[in-house]
């Protein structure tokens, strides 16, 4: 039985992503609700999108590259 261990990586890899981000949303947002109140929550959470942005548009170029160089070696 053979096993794919790239994909098995990326899999991985991609649920700790997701664990982390709930972690610090849930959690970290959580904890700010608990001790600062309603409004402090949401302040602390367009914060955290607006600290996203970047990290998902550099996400976004790379996928786009990976796209484009993966169209070049088709041809």
């Known amino acids: 039985m053979s096993?794919?261990?790239r994909?098995?990586?990326r899999?991985?890899?991609f649920r700790l992503m997701i664990?982390?981000?709930a972690v610090l949303f849930i959690i970290g947002d959580g904890l700010i609700y608990i001790f600062y109140g309603?409004?402090?929550a949401v302040t602390g959470?367009?914060?955290l999108l607006a600290a996203m942005i970047p990290i998902?548009?550099?996400l976004l170029f790379l996928l786009l590259l990976d796209w484009i160089r993966k169209r070049a070696d088709r041809s």
């Open 45 to 47: 959470l367009l914060c």
């Open 3 to 5: 096993r794919d261990l």
């Open 11 to 13: 899999q991985t890899n």
């Open 56 to 58: 998902v548009l550099t």
């Open 19 to 21: 664990g982390a981000l």
């Open 38 to 40: 309603g409004s402090a």
């Open 7 to 9: 994909k098995y990586a």
